[in-house]
């Protein structure tokens, strides 16, 4: 194994690890931009992580969820500003040096994809299958499965280490690398793809079952959309379509932010989070607030448990063909609802694209980026025939 050429494995390593072109060439200024963007980042989770933690944005077992990723997220935030931007300016990690800081930074974004997962598994049981998602997602169960979206990033990424041999080989630069760390990158990509994948399966089937909730209910109630109600599922595709345009990997990003892209995604899925949800605004005036407290209280688990037992009443009661606005409550409330649910749908899943896509770059990256198009067109065509509701984010 030791005479192994770093070309002969056509796995450009040293770029990989040390530093690219853009940071050999400009070292100060690729310093203060990984500094300012991972410090920028480590604020926006930061105030995140603090809204949901003393104000209960996202409830009780729901918000654990939301806490653990959050958690993630500041962690790889910190290395970014703390270690790996201010060595780029003082002193140039060296291929060994890169490689101990390049595995708590591998672990944070498995592990926040598998987070993604978990809590796109919670919203698609509770909109699916409203009975069983208090059976499935019990305080204890739920414990196992925040555990285990942790254990399994750790095990993935460090367990190929205790293999009993790990052979090695030189690079051009004399340094000594092992196969094993060669392993570790290709399975946890592996994960890391297969996780998205998933995920994105699970949004879809989530939101195919919501479109088919609505077209019965838009069939039956024949409800209307108020200018501010227009608004609000305009603000939802353009969030969308912006969430696009960053995830993309075109020759203009790739020419500015080169890998120093992957620093910016953690920012941006904060702000996404913070803008598109009332909850996290930080500039609400005075009389949203005050709705926002008036309308929190209710557990949306409980609420879609009760919709599904008065579904077949307020189907019954708002069946009328003449019927323009339906005057029961229990009827208009599950279909206020279904809305809610929907605008969390398109925020969680552009929240993915901009997690795993600005992470990595590759073919199946590209596609996880272009998939959410007809997503996009979708809601764009159906979102101006529905109704929405004045409260805020889903709550679990």
């Not at 400009?26 to 991972?38: D, K, L």
């Not at 993630?72 to 060595?87: A, E, K, Q, T, V």
């Not at 407290?293 to 003449?322: A, W």
Request: net charge positive; glycine share 4%; proline share 5%.
């Amino acid at each position: 194994m030791e005479n192994f050429t770093f070309e002969a494995l056509d796995f450009d390593l040293h770029t990989t690890f040390e530093s690219d072109d853009f940071a050999t060439r400009h070292p100060v200024v690729a310093s203060v931009f990984v500094t300012s963007t991972g410090f920028t980042g480590f604020l926006v989770n930061a105030y995140i992580l603090y809204k949901i933690v003393f104000h209960s944005v996202f409830g009780r077992l729901f918000g654990w969820m939301w806490i653990m990723r959050e958690v993630s997220l500041l962690c790889s935030n910190f290395i970014d500003w703390g270690i790996y931007g201010p060595s780029l300016a003082l002193s140039p990690l060296n291929t060994k040096q890169s490689l101990l800081l390049f595995q708590p930074a591998l672990i944070t974004t498995v592990q926040t994809a598998a987070a993604n997962l978990l809590i796109a598994s919670n919203r698609c049981l509770l909109i699916r299958k409203p009975i069983k998602f208090k059976v499935v997602f019990t305080p204890r169960r739920t414990a196992i499965m925040i555990a285990l979206s942790w254990f399994l990033p750790i095990v993935i990424v460090l367990g190929i280490f205790f293999f009993p041999k790990c052979p090695g080989f030189k690079l051009d630069g004399g340094a000594r690398i092992t196969i094993c760390v060669i392993l570790e990158m290709c399975a946890s990509l592996l994960f890391l793809y297969i996780v998205f994948i998933i995920t994105l399966v699970v949004d879809v089937l989530a939101i195919v079952h919501l479109y088919r909730m609505n077209k019965f209910r838009k069939e039956v109630l024949h409800c209307h959309l108020s200018s501010s109600q227009r608004r609000k599922q305009l603000n939802l595709c353009i969030m969308i379509i912006m969430q696009i345009v960053v995830a993309v990997p075109t020759t203009f990003l790739q020419m500015f932010f080169d890998s120093l892209l992957f620093d910016i995604s953690d920012t941006l899925d904060g702000l996404i989070v913070i803008c598109f949800n009332d909850d996290l605004r930080p500039w609400k005036s005075k009389s949203q607030k005050k709705i926002l407290r008036n309308s929190s209280g209710e557990n949306i688990s409980k609420t879609m448990i009760t919709s599904v037992k008065q579904s077949d009443q307020s189907s019954s009661k708002c069946s009328s063909p003449h019927l323009v606005v339906c005057p029961h409550p229990p009827c208009h409330k599950n279909y206020q609802l279904l809305i809610i649910v929907i605008r969390y749908l398109a925020l969680y899943y552009g929240e993915v694209i901009v997690e795993i896509k600005c992470s990595l770059n590759g073919p199946l990256g590209f596609l996880g980026s272009a998939f959410p198009l007809p997503v996009v067109l979708f809601l764009s065509r159906s979102a101006f025939s529905q109704s929405s509701g004045g409260h805020s984010l889903i709550r679990g």
